[in-house]
């Protein structure tokens, strides 16, 4: 490896996420801010949300409808 040209390395960089976890990892920065974490993601947590896809369709075929 090159001498000086590889960013520093930190053992102990904090990873903040917006729920409010804080746990420790390595990274190249000192302190990484997430939106969103193990502790809080619908896919760990079960959790379910629900789209409002019918609303979407609707207004994509008022938009691209053609009068023929």
């Known amino acids: 490896m090159k001498p000086?040209?590889?960013p520093t390395?930190?053992?102990d960089a904090r990873v903040i996420c917006a729920c409010g976890e804080v746990f420790e990892t390595g990274a190249t920065k000192?302190?990484?801010r997430v939106e969103v974490c193990g502790?809080?993601?619908p896919f760990f947590t079960g959790e379910?949300?629900?789209v409002?896809?019918?609303g979407r369709i609707?207004?994509?075929?008022?938009?691209?409808?053609t009068d023929k």
């Open 9 to 11: 390395y930190y053992r």
């Open 58 to 65: 609707e207004r994509f075929r008022r938009r691209y409808r």
């Open 30 to 32: 000192k302190e990484l």
């Open 48 to 50: 379910q949300r629900i």
């Open 4 to 6: 000086k040209i590889h």
């Open 52 to 54: 409002d896809t019918a």
């Open 39 to 41: 502790k809080c993601h």
